[in-house]
């Protein structure tokens, strides 16, 4: 049973340029989460996708959007991409109703 | 909104040692995590426990959902579980319908 899959692994972008990243949830789980987090701190919640549609919003500015497509998986943009976005970008997956969290391995985004 | 706090923040122990970390949160929960977050990232659960007691080989977790703490307890540790040790809670159908994360303990398992 394949767990909750990210890619790419490692990216890095330019300041400015535009980033996208991929999450497909954990098989069963239709809801995803992600989570930006910064050297040394504690995964920061972005947002969160519920039958296509975004259910819960962190303190993020509208540079990071995001999508869910039918098949559950999920993309996270970030536009006009700063110093400050480098971090690891982790994607959680859930059910609905209850339960656990499972996290990917994420995604590590260098700004340079 | 929910927060969660956690001690200590900063552990050293020798290889076969025992310990426990603690998470105090401030609101009722309904999920609550217990995460070890290896040197490459990955966040592996550890113990999804919203209440009561569960063990996993050396490795056992109590929360106390009325006093809103939770234990993590590990012995006989290895350099394997160096690392930060996070908890992590959530409140299904409360204003704040997320999970939350402590600030995390940065254990240390010297041989």
């Known amino acids: 049973d394949a767990g909750v899959t990210q890619s790419p692994t490692h990216l890095i972008k330019t300041r400015g340029q535009q980033v996208t990243l991929r999450c497909s949830p954990k098989s069963g789980h239709d809801t995803v989460s992600w989570y930006q987090q910064a050297l040394g701190q504690g995964p920061q919640f972005i947002f969160q996708?519920?039958?296509?549609?975004?259910?819960q919003r962190g303190n993020f500015p509208d540079r990071f959007s995001g999508h869910q497509f039918p098949n559950y998986s999920s993309e996270l943009n970030v536009n006009a991409l700063l110093l400050g976005d480098s971090a690891l970008y982790l994607c959680?997956?859930?059910?609905?109703?209850?339960?656990?969290?499972?996290f990917g391995s994420g995604t590590r985004l260098t700004v340079v | 909104g929910i927060q969660v706090e956690q001690s200590p923040p900063d552990l050293i122990l020798q290889e076969g040692a025992n310990s426990t970390l603690r998470c105090n949160f401030s609101?009722?929960?309904?999920?609550l995590q217990w995460f070890h977050q290896n040197p490459w990232g990955q966040l592996i659960n550890l113990f999804y426990?919203?209440?009561g007691t569960k063990q996993n080989g050396r490795l056992s977790a109590t929360t106390v959902a009325t006093e809103r703490y939770s234990l993590l307890y590990i012995s006989s540790s290895q350099t394997t579980d160096s690392g930060v040790h996070f908890c992590a809670v959530l409140n299904y159908g409360g204003a704040t319908n997320k999970l939350i994360f402590g600030t995390g303990t940065l254990l240390a398992v010297q041989p």
């Open positions: 996708y519920y039958e296509e549609e975004e259910r």
């Open positions: 959680a997956s859930s059910i609905a109703q209850g339960g656990g969290y499972t």
């Open positions: 426990i919203p209440s």
């Open positions: 609101d009722s929960v309904n999920n």
